[in-house]
């Protein structure tokens, strides 16, 4: 058993929380960690970045630029990279550690399956107005309800047990859930946000409708930065908050580009155009280590990169089809040959080192004989089917998808072609649930990071089946299971009942196994800064 994993069921132990909330106190809470301390803050060192900002701007540049304002109508890590700087999360979360005070200064599990929310009395909005509870309970039911407001990927994926929320008194906020509180714990604490209840419903309709606009007017968070600058689609510029509560962040501007072409974030780097850079392909790994100034880092991710087969249209209605499509692959392969070593493949939903994956459990391996087999026991040889991916949202994913369509093609009984497409597409068919009538693209390619740490993050977006509109599969014994699991509260009983559901989602397979993705970063040199196995990107970790 790795430490993380020991970290993660101690966390998951059942009143446990306020013992950690109170260690956490003295550690985390802190969202800015290089506030007075001289050390980077406009020391005027000379980083040499030519951005023509000085040392106190700091540019990230994305492979996807939000598309939307509101900060719930999405679950897209490089939304969260620009959003959680200005909607900052209620807690901090770290990897193998657990969750830590942040906007909530303590929590108190009640025993009936709600939790005492206590917020800091401090926090303060960008326009002014202070955070109340009314704030807290109306955002976290605005992410639940798919009549209020946006229907929210954010509140089927990661609050899938939150019932509800409700105001106590000003400053506490009750949380209502039909999970285990360790469990529910980690949901609100990944995923529990501040937005402006009045300002919100008063200026942008947000009961009724996302929140749109083209201006620095249509944000307004409690986070460390504020919007000075936007151009939508293009690029948006944030300035420190005065008024932030918490310590000052390290860089006084942060401006967010995007550039979908690796080749292209590269260059801007090796120019001093900007100054960090998320998904550098392996093929352009080499033009950043032999740069000046600039190098790559990188971390094994929470992510893994997979095919969903949606079951309720034909012919992924046959689990010997889809298994099947398992054997045609050589993910191994694919690994090895398109990501230069970059992965590790795999054959269930979540990455080693989250709780629950099953050590036991092999990649399927690449066996044409028994795919071929496979498809006539179905009953659809012959089929024609498409694989539809996206380009320049993973690593080389349009390489990955268009080797694993000809290695399917090359079986004598199935016929299968890529269908390279932009990201949106594939998030709106991850989103649009099992419904025949709404689905335009039943086999297709998407990433997932479990950056809860947790394999129930993992799954239970995709496949359990109350109240989830968005699940990809349709199967009452998978469902079923994950939802078992949500029940347990001994940490032990709790994980070897997720390592059941990864047994059973690998032979039911749902969908098409590929790999776990290695996170490549090209940074400035004099950034310091150590990428995240969760992948997100925080500006009050680095320090020049």
């Not at 005027?44 to 939307?68: C, K, M």
């Not at 100054?275 to 992510?303: K, W």
């Not at 268009?402 to 299968?416: E, G, H, P, R």
């Amino acid at each position: 058993m790795s430490d993380r994993n020991v970290n993660r069921r101690r966390f998951l132990q059942y009143g446990s929380t306020a013992g950690a909330l109170t260690t956490a106190v003295a550690l985390a809470g802190c969202p800015g960690n290089g506030g007075d301390d001289g050390n980077g803050n406009g020391n005027g060192n000379g980083n040499g970045n030519g951005n023509g900002d000085g040392d106190n701007a700091l540019t990230i540049t994305l492979t996807q630029f939000p598309d939307t304002v509101d900060p719930l109508d999405h679950i897209t890590g490089d939304y969260f990279d620009v959003f959680d700087h200005i909607y900052e999360p209620i807690f901090n979360f770290r990897p193998g550690e657990g969750i830590f005070p942040r906007v909530v200064e303590e929590q108190e599990v009640q025993g009936d399956g709600t939790t005492h929310l206590s917020l800091r009395d401090d926090v303060v909005f960008h326009n002014g107005d202070d955070l109340t509870a009314e704030d807290v309970a109306w955002t976290i039911n605005r992410t639940l309800d798919p009549d209020m407001g946006v229907q929210s990927p954010i509140g089927t994926y990661g609050l899938g047990s939150i019932e509800g929320a409700e105001v106590v008194d000003d400053l506490t906020v009750a949380i209502n859930y039909g999970a285990a509180p360790g469990l529910a714990e980690f949901e609100y604490g990944n995923y529990g946000r501040a937005m402006n209840q009045e300002w919100s419903i008063q200026n942008h309709d947000a009961e009724n409708s996302a929140i749109s606009g083209a201006s620095p007017d249509a944000f307004n968070g409690t986070g460390p930065y504020e919007v000075v600058d936007f151009t939508s689609g293009e690029e948006i510029v944030l300035e420190r908050f005065d008024d932030y509560w918490g310590e000052e962040p390290p860089f006084e501007t942060v401006t967010f580009r995007a550039n979908s072409e690796s080749s292209g974030r590269a260059a801007a780097l090796e120019a001093g155009e900007t100054d960090l850079t998320i998904n550098i392909l392996p093929e352009d790994v080499a033009t950043i280590q032999n740069a000046s100034d600039v190098e790559i880092r990188n971390v094994t991710s929470f992510r893994t990169v997979f095919c969903p087969m949606k079951n309720t249209v034909e012919p992924y209605d046959s689990q010997e089809f889809r298994q099947a499509m398992n054997y045609a692959v050589d993910n191994a392969g694919i690994v090895d040959n398109v990501l230069s070593g970059f992965g590790q493949a795999v054959g269930q939903p979540v990455a080693p080192d989250i709780n629950g994956y099953n050590p036991d459990i092999e990649p399927y391996e690449q066996d044409v004989g028994m795919a071929e087999s496979l498809v006539e026991e179905s009953g659809y040889g012959g089929v024609d089917i498409t694989l539809t991916a996206p380009q320049g949202r993973y690593l080389n994913d349009a390489q990955v998808a268009q080797t694993a369509a000809d290695q399917i093609d090359q079986l004598s009984n199935v016929n299968c072609e890529a269908n390279i497409v932009e990201f949106p597409v594939v998030s709106d068919e991850n989103q649009a649930g099992v419904e025949e009538g709404n689905i335009n693209h039943p086999f297709y390619m998407i990433g997932w990071g479990t950056i809860t740490g947790d394999a129930d993050y993992g799954v239970q977006g995709f496949f359990t089946i109350p109240d989830n509109p968005s699940r990809t599969f349709q199967d009452e014994e998978l469902s079923d299971a994950i939802i078992e699991s949500q029940q347990i509260e001994d940490p032990e009983e709790r994980t070897q009942q997720l390592q059941n559901v990864m047994e059973l989602a690998h032979e039911k397979a749902p969908w098409l196994f590929l790999h776990v993705q290695e996170s490549i970063y090209g940074v400035r040199q004099a950034i310091q800064w150590e990428p995240r196995p969760d992948e997100v990107v925080y500006v009050d970790e680095m320090e020049i």
